[in-house]
């Protein structure tokens, strides 16, 4: 059998980092380093939020910058990763009966490129983005996560892009090196806590968990991808925090490795 590989949710925050060298970076460069080579990704990004269920069928995905008000070099990026039909087809064949379109009109996200291009700087590994539909609940997308758990022993790495703390209207702009705030303190805590003891269902139901986390969280976007790789888990997976730090008051970068 091959070596199974993890899975891992990456804190992905600005845009920015896309193109900087800075703690979050290194991190993820290391990540890639330090992680057996996978034959593929299969993404799933915070900022493919549609009504529907699809994945990327295209093999020569676009790089899409779907942000406004930045520098022009950050427009100029481009990650010409290639696309993998063949494991569209596979995911859609996974998550049977579910409707699952193969969609070839969107490519990479930032929630993508920003991070992969850093753990794979050359591009040189295939990627396909998984959607996240908007109308279904947490649980839904967590049991998405488990039925594409078996990827991992296939050779693919299976990856979410959001944060797991979330709230611009909180942010201290201008100042990312603001004291986190006490509310986000306390949610990615208790939530580090909860997924190290693989205790998951108050996380997958998260508006139980109280003031924190509606703080944390005022829109699910960011949050959903942590529960497809937490669904992705092996009772025996080992569950790892290689990046942490919370940016602006009330962003949080963490990343979870999962195995």
Known sequence: MAQRLPAIFLGHGSPMNAVSTNSYTEAWRLIGERTARPKAVLCISAHW??????????PKPKTIHDFGGFPSELY???YPAPGDPSLARRVQALLAPLDVALDDTWGLDHGTWSVLRHVYPEADV???QLSID???PPSYHFEIGR?????RDEGVLVVGSGNLVHNLHAYAWGR?????????????TEAKRM???HVFPKLIDYETLGRDAMLSIPT?????PLLYVLGASQADDAIAFPVQGIEGGSLSMLAVQVG
């Open 176 to 188: 990312p090196d603001a004291a986190p705030l006490d509310w986000a303190v306390r949610f990615e």
């Open 195 to 197: 997924m190290a003891a």
């Open 134 to 136: 908007e109308t279904q």
């Open 76 to 78: 100029q990026v481009e």
């Open 147 to 151: 039925k594409l758990a078996v990827l």
């Open 220 to 224: 699910p976007d960011h949050y959903l």
């Open 126 to 128: 295939p990627i396909v």
């Open 49 to 58: 939020y549609i009504r529907r269920t699809a994945v990327t069928i295209g």
